[in-house]
């Protein structure tokens, strides 16, 4: 059994965190995640409830964490020459990492986050600033401004969520493209 250091006393159990990631993600799909308690995973997971509170503070946590373990491995950051070219990398891999249970997930995700305080903390700490600070990063090469930088990434990704929100067309290479071409000047 592999084994993750977490706090002072015994060694965390990767195949519990394991177990207790897949039942959050599980409940989150059948049930949406604003209704996922830890009572409901402990059940499903079959790990005890204070186990579960020892690594996290709530059932948003841990369904972020897991939405995290699912998905990271699938999405990199892509350095491209240009900050046109490494977003046009970024977008193009997000896309292809949302494979239909993926992307009905972030969908209810980014919903529940909108009533639930917990959850929406959760979301902006572990999944969009990590991505803001890479985008801007990326961006800093082009000797942008902080607000130019901010915008542009507002710009790229509320292009790409307002695609995932409200699937009226794909998510496609050539859509990908597109906005990047339109956002980010040539000279950036």
């Known amino acids: 059994m592999t084994m993750e250091k977490g706090r002072a ?4 159990s990767n195949a519990t965190t394991a177990s207790v990631q897949a039942a959050a993600l599980q409940l989150a799909r059948e049930l949406g995640p604003s209704r996922v308690t830890i009572d409901g995973i402990a059940t ?26 699912d ?3 699938h999405i990199v950051y892509p350095r ?3 900050p046109r070219e490494t977003f046009r990398n970024v977008l193009r891999d997000f896309a292809r ?25 959760e979301f902006w700490e572990k999944w969009i600033g990590p991505r803001r600070e890479e985008g801007r990063n990326t961006l800093k090469m082009a000797g942008m401004s902080a607000q130019e930088e901010a915008v542009m990434i507002d710009l790229l990704f509320g292009a790409f969520y307002y695609r995932l929100l409200m699937p009226y067309a794909e998510i496609d290479d050539a859509y990908i493209d597109l ?8 000279t950036a």
């Open 9 to 12: 006393g015994r060694a965390r």
């Open 44 to 69: 499903a997971s079959g790990v005890a409830k204070t186990t579960i509170y020892r690594r996290w503070p709530n059932a948003a946590a841990v369904i972020m964490d897991a939405f995290l373990a």
């Open 71 to 73: 998905i990271q491995p």
């Open 80 to 82: 491209g020459s240009t």
């Open 97 to 121: 990492a949302l494979d239909p249970s993926r992307r009905e997930l972030l969908r209810h995700l980014i919903g529940a986050a909108q009533s639930d305080p917990e959850l929406a903390r």
């Open 179 to 186: 906005v990047v071409r339109m956002v980010i000047p040539e």
